[in-house]
């Protein structure tokens, strides 16, 4: 993601810790890893939950706002080398890893 504002080292443990973003309960840990500090970040992020506009909402909670955010992964599925508006089927194996998921 890219991050308008400074994102700190401070700010890996409290995402660690858990976001305050405004629902009942925070949100569950995150890892952030820093690419780039300054007054545009660039940033990798981990989330283990999908609450609506999570991450957005994260970095709002900081002071930061995101203007570019891409999902590469979601679960066992990995974007790989997809472009905009590409699609492809999900293999069996792929399939079966969604289905045995806790």
């Known amino acids: 993601a890219i991050i308008d504002g400074e994102v ?10 858990g976001v305050d973003i405004g ?4 949100t ?4 952030l890893n820093i690419l780039k500090s300054d007054k545009t970040s660039e940033i990798e992020l981990t989330i283990r939950e999908g609450r609506f506009h999570q991450v957005k909402r994260m970095f709002e ?4 706002r995101v203007t570019y955010l891409k999902r590469i992964s979601m679960g066992p599925l990995c974007l790989g080398d997809l472009k ?3 699609v492809r089927v999900l293999t069996a194996e792929e399939i ?3 289905r045995n998921r806790s």
């Open 23 to 26: 629902d009942e309960d925070l």
């Open 61 to 64: 909670a900081i002071g930061c």
């Open 84 to 86: 905009p508006g590409d």
């Open 96 to 98: 079966k890893k969604l």
């Open 8 to 17: 700190i080292e401070e700010h890996i443990q409290m995402f660690l810790d």
């Open 28 to 31: 569950m840990p995150a890892d």
